[in-house]
């Protein structure tokens, strides 16, 4: 069964930085590109980070570019988003999700972690 | 960058209804398009990708058609689980994988 589990989320000052981490099981992580994906409260989906299979390729929305990083171990079948700089409009719902391929469909999904920026 | 939109942003409906949903994209994107479902407080579940191959395990009264620039999702006779919000999602051109805004269907 695959399982995606997000975790790290909270409140933070803004200018502060918090990680999230997936963990994942039931597939073979390391065939997979992974990325995270927000929700504002009350609002669409927003790609946020993408990261290839090997780590070696990344790719970050204009909004989170220079801020947010996003990384995986492939030992231990778990994926990062370390985001610095933290914004009030960085607050939401952040979701980590699989794909086969960047042209593939997000197929499973973690439950998401709230990240709530304020004072 | 690619824009998606959809219409409409909020759909009015009832059980047993036929619903349709539309995703237009900025420029052409093959058949490169992916629909989802999300119901509150839960992580969005894909449905349909390459515009019109249903997802394993999705019922078959979800439908995807479409090329190019514009596409539908159907639903045929709506269930009382099928009121939720749909995204459309474009996977040709990236960065960024774009979303549409969303559609809402609701009673």
């Known amino acids: 069964q695959v399982r995606l589990v997000e975790s790290g989320g909270g409140l933070v000052k803004p200018g502060g930085s918090l990680r999230l981490s997936c963990a994942t099981s039931?597939?073979?992580?390391?065939?997979?590109?992974m990325s995270w994906v927000r929700q504002a409260p009350g609002k669409g989906l927003e790609w946020v980070s993408y990261?290839?299979?090997?780590?070696?390729?990344?790719y970050y929305a204009d909004s989170v570019k220079g801020r947010f990083t996003i990384s995986r171990d492939n030992a231990k079948n778990s994926l990062y988003l370390q985001m610095n700089s933290l914004r009030a409009e960085d607050t939401a719902v952040y979701f980590c999700?699989?794909?086969?391929?960047?042209?593939?469909?997000?197929?499973?999904w973690g439950q998401g972690t709230l990240v709530t920026v304020s004072s | 960058d690619i824009q998606m939109t959809q219409s409409p942003s909020f759909l009015s409906a009832s059980v047993g209804d036929r619903v349709t949903i539309t995703c237009r994209a900025s420029?052409?994107?093959?058949?490169?398009l992916a629909w989802y479902q999300q119901k509150p407080g839960r992580a969005p579940k894909v449905l349909i990708y390459?515009?019109?191959t249903l997802q394993s395990g999705v019922p078959s009264r979800f439908s995807g058609s479409g090329s190019g620039t514009e596409f539908t999702l159907t639903i045929t006779s709506l269930q009382p689980e099928d009121f939720a919000t749909y995204y459309c999602?474009?996977?040709?051109?990236?960065?960024?994988?774009?979303f549409g805004q969303g559609t809402k269907v609701e009673v």
């Open positions: 999700a699989r794909a086969y391929y960047y042209d593939r469909p997000m197929d499973n």
């Open positions: 039931g597939f073979t992580f390391s065939d997979y590109y």
């Open positions: 990261i290839s299979s090997s780590g070696s390729y990344t």
């Open positions: 420029q052409d994107i093959s058949n490169y």
């Open positions: 390459a515009a019109s």
């Open positions: 999602q474009q996977l040709r051109n990236y960065p960024p994988w774009t």
